[in-house]
């Protein structure tokens, strides 16, 4: 059974940092793009940031560009979200995705992933 499983949620005050982890298990994904999405009370599911199968190339939301940072570890099946200098605004569910297709470049859609972990909660206070 493919798991995606978040960790490294907490709650922080504003212009703190997180580091959230997903840890991939029941298949390899060293093949395949990743991503991560936040989705806030009442709000849909939105973008956070995208790495491709290689690591090589990266893409964020604007909101979040210069204060996240997407990486993965192909050799231990993980992508992780460093997350810094933190707003309440950031406050959301975050989920790790991983798309099924081979050699994605990554995506800022939802729909083009396959595999979706149960998220973890961030809560950033003023």
């Known amino acids: 059974q493919v798991q995606l499983v978040e960790s490294g949620g907490g709650s922080v005050q504003a212009g703190g940092s997180l580091r959230l982890s997903c840890a991939a298990s029941?298949?390899?994904?060293?093949?395949?793009?990743m991503g991560w999405f936040r989705q806030a009370p009442g709000k849909e599911r939105e973008f956070v940031a995208t790495i491709s199968w290689s690591g090589g190339r990266t893409y964020y939301a604007d909101d979040v560009k210069g204060r996240f940072t997407i990486s993965r570890d192909n050799a231990k099946n993980t992508v992780a979200l460093q997350m810094s200098s933190l707003k309440p605004e950031d406050t959301a569910g975050y989920y790790c995705?991983?798309?099924?297709?081979?050699?994605?470049?990554?995506?800022?859609?939802?729909?083009?992933?396959?595999?979706w972990g149960q998220g973890t909660q961030v809560t950033v206070s003023s």
């Open positions: 995705a991983a798309q099924g297709r081979n050699y994605g470049m990554g995506s800022d859609g939802a729909f083009s992933y396959d595999y």
């Open positions: 029941g298949r390899t994904f060293s093949r395949n793009a």
